[in-house]
């Protein structure tokens, strides 16, 4: 399994961003898929995730509420890629972000294993 992320940057408060996973090493379009963060000093949160081709509900989004309204899931089966499209950024939002096979929850994260390297993501003016 290898999860590469890419795509983050620095931003200002109110700018948009869209992060991009690209998955190999398994069967992608099958795989429940979510999106992590971890800020500094602070354990890791979720923040979304998307469902896969098993699920009786195929590409169902889920959020956190902190970025409900403001982050957008979706996925590419046939380019094996995951993205999170960040808009109304805010400082708070500065972490580094993950990207994860298995489908998480505010209160369940997929295994740490199961997380790609991270990339950081700096919200500030």
């Known amino acids: 399994v290898q999860l590469v992320e890419s795509g983050g940057g620095l931003a200002r408060p109110g700018d948009s961003l869209t992060l991009t996973c690209a998955a190999s090493g398994f069967p992608f379009r099958f795989y429940d898929m979510s999106w992590i963060r971890q800020a500094p000093g602070k354990g890791p949160e979720w923040v979304s995730s998307?469902?896969?081709?098993?699920?009786?509900?195929?590409?169902?989004?889920s959020y956190a509420d902190s970025v409900k309204g403001r982050f957008t899931v979706y996925r590419d089966n046939p380019k094996s890629a995951l993205y999170l499209q960040m808009a109304s950024l805010k400082p708070d939002d500065t972490a580094t972000y993950y990207c994860?096979?298995?489908?998480?929850?505010?209160?369940?994260?997929?295994?740490?294993?199961?997380w790609g390297q991270g990339t950081q993501v700096t919200v500030s003016s």
């Open positions: 994860a096979r298995g489908r998480g929850s505010h209160s369940n994260l997929p295994p740490r294993g199961e």
């Open positions: 998307i469902t896969g081709l098993v699920d009786a509900y195929q590409n169902k989004p």
